[in-house]
């Protein structure tokens, strides 16, 4: 199994190097999982062109991202680095993930000739009430397609906390994904993973 992930990770690095969307370079704000996966990819975004914002968006992979036998199966953490937004409302950031995962996954199922309609991908966001003021958090479910691997249809599960950025005047974007429900182990992982992020750190010492 450890054997087919990898594998399937190396395809999908081949097809984002393939499509000009994504960089290797050092971690700015994802500086782990070590074991995960990581990529960067700059704005604007090659497939999601009319997002109309500056900046860049790093990610991290679990190791079974890509195998559908996998309880990490589809199991990611990205950030989104917004510059010059000091506020992101939730209309916006709506519109934002529709246009970023339609567009991601029409221009990944156009190069592995697959067939899929993207019309169908929905996206829909709940605020959350958490206990600092200085943040933004939404629940959020997208009916999503996996143009990486099968084309199946699955429903991701995300937890998005909209950060202020006081250096850019900007926003940070820090998103958690899994279709696993909440209450399983890789969710209680993710949670692990999220705290540990150096992007947390700077949250808890601006907000002392």
Do not use: H
């Amino acid at each position: 199994m450890k054997k087919q992930s990898l594998l399937l990770t190396f395809s999908l690095l081949l097809i984002c190097q393939f499509m000009g969307f994504a960089q290797e370079s050092t971690p700015i704000i994802l500086d782990g999982p070590k074991d995960w996966s990581y990529e960067k990819i700059d704005f604007p975004l090659d497939f999601a062109p009319s997002l109309p914002y500056e900046g860049f968006e790093e990610l991290r992979f679990a190791p079974g991202m890509f195998d559908t036998s996998s309880s990490t199966y589809f199991t990611y953490l990205f950030v989104l680095s917004i510059q010059n937004k000091e506020e992101l409302p939730k209309n916006e950031l709506k519109t934002l993930l529709s246009k970023y995962y339609k567009g991601l996954c029409s221009a990944v199922a156009t190069s592995k000739k697959m067939a899929i309609d993207t019309s169908q991908i929905k996206v829909r966001l709940k605020k959350l009430k958490k206990p600092s003021s200085q943040t933004k958090s939404y629940g959020v479910l997208i009916n999503f397609f996996d143009p990486f691997t099968n084309g199946q249809n699955i429903l991701l599960n995300m937890e998005l906390e909209v950060i202020p950025n006081k250096q850019t005047k900007g926003v940070y974007v820090l998103s958690i994904v899994s279709p696993q429900s909440k209450e399983s182990v890789v969710w209680k992982e993710l949670y692990g993973v999220k705290e540990k992020l150096k992007l947390q750190k700077i949250i808890s010492a601006e907000n002392r």
